[in-house]
């Protein structure tokens, strides 16, 4: 509790001082606002500044202490004005806003405060692992075994400060004050363009997105991803309505720190340029309009250009392991490329058979997010069988047709739906997954605020919002809150609550007691739990491991050995193989019997395709003595053993 109290009084101040600076320069027209948005650019700032310091050796072993300076400075600028929190009086529309605030944070806080399990895979696997690794080499390096941790990190890299200051809580404690953030953007932005009125809806709607609040407790970084994004979709339009300059800087702002915390902010940059360039070429100002644009482009990718530097540095490619095949990339390959594209593309609908896309089916793929969530979520996503809190929900699809038939529309509506659709035929075409859309959820959060002001179905339209947050809110307890509750009432400790949820997390306390060396995982990746230095050693993870050129089990051994690779663990468990190929995997090892190798054409179908060919590789390492079973009655649905 401790690290996510540090957290959030880190992040109040910085909040506090990016307030200041952005009322002052580019008001957002209403103080609520000037909060959410001064505190969303103020720890993107905080977020950058960690990458150059960090790249110097020992670097990351001062940016903790360095970075509550303008911290501390934004608490002293703050206690200035807490005398005058108490005395104002409030509004009944901000103190449903104060409600909304508490009912998210709580919700937050379980989550926060209780140890992440599977259901939180890519906190585990890689927005906490990476810095982790980065934090006990004490400078951000190359991890080429990780490709996620060539990803734009500004957002991770307030996670790698929690983590510094106060373990997994203060890491994730971050995205609650992200979700925080964008319900006060979102509350002062639809006070400001639509009345009072509007703003305590627009800001539960955030609250109506499942994918959204679950997120908020976890150390994904989607929310504030997608309140950059989204935000700078909407000073964009707002830019358009009304020509005041301090718009698109805020745009090229936010756009930036969208595109400096995740590759997808480049298409939002893209689509918000062309609907800029667009707005002034019907107006019969094609030249300012461009300017417009340019303005945006400049800013924007000046403040994310420091990733994309660092990767042509790392890598060789700014956007690695994207577009492989056009550009390259170091520790990558056609067939890394190829998985990985295909495993994308598992997410939506409207796949034509044998690959490419069915644009008849685009408004399928887009109205789907509402009654077919389980396929734009892992896992089983093919057959449906997402995890319900990972869907968006109506809302968005609603608001979005609502507001295109309802002849209503003036030019910040416009400009928003025009992004909005621009951006759901990128993600059509890219990857469909239901958290890639909070982004464009964010614009339309706004202008749901006026839908329930300005229809003549407002009402229905509350109605619609508050029963899709109610949803939410239950969708979150069942599927993730009711399980952790206990841990955090104390009824349930931490390490039973993980042993029985994550299954790697006991194995690795048996690693990690016995201080191995380096340790090569295989259909594991949650190397987040090892104190031990590890590696991902499955086929597609890298290029480290040679799997085209091996043939035998000795040249899989001397292979991982020339890596200081000691040991190797192979997980079973958890659906990741079939019981019968177990089973047959055992005997050609010569677990627990004498060798019953493949035959020549079990090797040739494994051959076939290195997702394959290494667990013959493996099989072969362990019959023919380089891996050497490690006796133990610890370890649960897995094997571990020592490279000889």
Sequence with gaps: MLGALITFIFAKGISALGRSFVKARWSTGDGVSDWGVGGLVGLGLVGLMVLPIGLIPGGLKIVPALAWLPALYGLFLLSKE????????????EKCLGATLLVSVLVALVMVLTPSNTLDWDTLAYHLAVPKLWLTAGQIQYIPYIHHSNFPQTIDHLSLLGLAWGGESGAKAFQAVFFSLGLLSLFGLARANYGKAAAPWAALCLIA?????????????????????GLGMYFAARFIAKKDPKNLVLCGILLGLAAGSKYTGLQTIGTTALVLFAAGAFAGKAASGFRSAATVGVIALALCAPWYIKNVAFTGNPVYPFFYSKIGGKNWSDFNSKIYTE??????????EGGGHDLKQFGHAVLGLAYQPGRYTNPDQLHGGGFPMGAVGFIPAAIL???????????LEGAVIANVLLSFVLWFFLSQQSRYVI????????????????????RLVQGAIAIQAMASLYVVKTFVLDARLPVLLGKQSEQDYLNATARFYKNAQFINANKYGKVALFNEVFGYFLDVPYMWANPGHSTLIPYETLQTGPEFAASLRSLGITHAYLNFGGGMEQQDFIKRWLEA??????ARPFTPEERQALDADLRLKWKRLFADAVASGNFVLVPNDQIRGALLFEVK
Excluded: H
Excluded at 343 to 352: D, L, M, P, S
């Design 82 to 93: 807490v005398p005058a929190y108490f005395k104002r009086k409030y509004s009944i529309e």
């Design 209 to 229: 997105i499942p994918v959204a609040l679950w997120e908020s407790g976890t150390a994904y970084i989607d929310v504030g991803n997608g309140l950059y994004a």
């Design 343 to 352: 495993e994308q593309q598992t997410f939506g609908v409207a796949r034509k």
């Design 401 to 411: 047709l609502l507001w295109l038939i309802s002849g209503s529309l003036t030019a």
């Design 439 to 458: 982004g464009f959820s964010v614009p339309l959060c706004i202008i749901a605020g006026g839908a329930t002001t300005r229809f003549t179905i407002s």
């Design 589 to 594: 090892m010569g677990i627990g019997a004498p």
